[in-house]
């Protein structure tokens, strides 16, 4: 078993344990459950919450701040800033991008609101990605500098969060945020992966060169590698792909070989990486809380990766930056 040591946030004064607790499965869950969930991370020494106004319609944020009211183990808060719960015409809770100044006010008050708090400690920038706005991504990125990330500044200049973060899944979007932006931390989603390993050629060596924070989100790739190659499993929320699958199979083999889990190999794999603070997965139980934790200290045989990277399966500059275990 190995140990896990807390990490610094780039050049931000936040230090994070290398498993963050993504609060967006919480919903659906009960008061009580999702308490229950939260509670074992931080008893176990997880001290970062990620929730966004997004999950739920903002119930994730209901949840997390029942769940963190009067919790007797320190934590940092993090939200996220672009969308608005409104309710369409017909009364049904709906999100809306909105990027702008005065939207991402508007953000903050709500968040703070469902949270019942009177600050967050970590501010994101969501979604500016081809996933979500297509061909229009760039001048999307482009109002999103001028108008919400100009209000998360001053909350940063007043004290009111204490980093700022893009929250992502595009590897281009994430260079221009590292170019043009202030950022003390990229959270990039599902990039850095054994499915998928973009992220490691130029995302993570820009911002060790720079000094920004990496929050590695959706180490399973929404399902899959946590689940395997089964029917029905999902890669980017999405069923998978034959090729996916496929791929995946080819995975699982390798981890048998080798007596590995093919979740702690996932969990592992960016968390090897020196630019990388912190994995940050969903989770709506103990026991998946517990059982991560577990799998993240489990002790990997030596030729594990080599082997990987033999089978053409990772790239070698996945594993290349090794100074972080």
Known sequence: MQALSFRQLGRSS?????????????????????????????????NHLDTAPFYGFGQSELLSGQALAGAAHP??????????????????????????YDGAQRSLAESLARLG???????????????????????????????AFKAMQEWRAAGLVKALG???????ISL??????????????????LLDQQGFDQVLPQCQARGIGVIVAAPFNSGILATGAVPGALFFSQP???????KTRQLEKVCQQHGVPLRAAALQLPLRHSAVTS????????????ENLQLATLALPDEFWPALVSAGLIT??????????
């Not at 969308?83 to 009364?91: A, C, F, I």
Request: glycine content about 6%.
């Open 14 to 46: 936040l230090h994070l344990h290398p498993l963050s607790f993504g609060a967006s499965r919480l919903v659906g869950l009960s008061a009580a459950d999702a308490a229950a969930t939260v509670h074992t991370a931080l008893e176990a020494g997880m």
């Open 75 to 100: 934590f940092y808060l993090s939200s996220k800033v672009g969308r608005l719960v409104r309710q369409d015409s017909s009364g049904t809770p709906c999100t809306q991008f909105d990027y702008s």
């Open 117 to 147: 708090r009177d600050r967050i400690d970590m501010a994101i920038l969501h979604d500016v990605s081809q996933r979500w706005h297509g061909d229009h991504t760039d001048q999307v990125f482009d109002q999103a500098l001028k108008g």
């Open 166 to 172: 893009i929250g992502i899944n595009d590897c281009a």
């Open 176 to 193: 221009r945020a590292l170019a043009e932006a202030d950022f003390d931390f990229l959270m990039l989603a599902g990039r850095t992966t």
């Open 240 to 246: 998978a792909a034959d090729n996916i699958l496929e």
């Open 279 to 290: 994995v940050l997965a969903g989770y709506k139980s103990p026991q998946e809380v517990l």
């Open 316 to 325: 070698p500059a996945s594993v290349a930056c090794q100074s972080r275990v």
